[in-house]
């Protein structure tokens, strides 16, 4: 299947490897200490958020239901098409023509569609809407800053 939603932009399928350095460990989110070593291995993004290209596509966020998530306005989702969804993971929907992320509630014959912040209601689904899943959100890419 071929056809994205419309604001959705599809991952390069055939992308080019770029290898961008990583430093070796991990970084102290606390407080600072000495590094002890620099030393650096090459990481292509496609190969660490990527892995059904064909069924993958990126979608930026807009709105704050899923805060609690750790998901905020302006970042950008990668969403695979290839993953079957399971009980709470975190989904891009369409709902009745119109597109949302939520976390996926399906326990005991029951379907709803669950924002990350708690003032935001529940999708709970009556007789006559459609729901489609487009895909399982995988990764969030985070930007501080737009150049």
Avoid at 64 to 86: E, K, T
Avoid at 95 to 119: C, E, H, M, S
Wanted: net charge neutral; glycine share 8%.
């Amino acid at each position: 299947m071929n056809s994205y939603p419309a604001t959705a932009l599809p991952c390069a399928i055939e992308a080019t490897p770029v290898r961008l350095p990583m430093a070796a460990g991990t970084i102290r989110a606390g407080f600072p200490s000495p590094a002890d070593d620099f030393s650096v291995k090459r990481l292509d993004l496609n190969e660490l958020l990527i892995t059904h290209p064909a069924a993958t596509f990126f979608w930026e966020v807009g709105g704050l239901s899923m805060l609690g998530a750790g998901i905020h306005d302006g970042d950008i989702l990668v969403v695979n098409r290839a993953l079957a969804a399971q009980h709470m993971d975190v989904v891009v929907a369409e709902v009745d023509g119109d597109f949302t992320v939520k976390f996926l509630y399906k326990r005991n014959g029951k379907i709803k569609l669950i924002a990350a912040d708690p003032t935001f209601p529940e999708i709970a689904f009556k007789d006559g809407q459609t729901l489609s899943i487009c895909g399982v959100v995988t990764s969030v890419v985070k930007r501080f800053r737009k150049n």
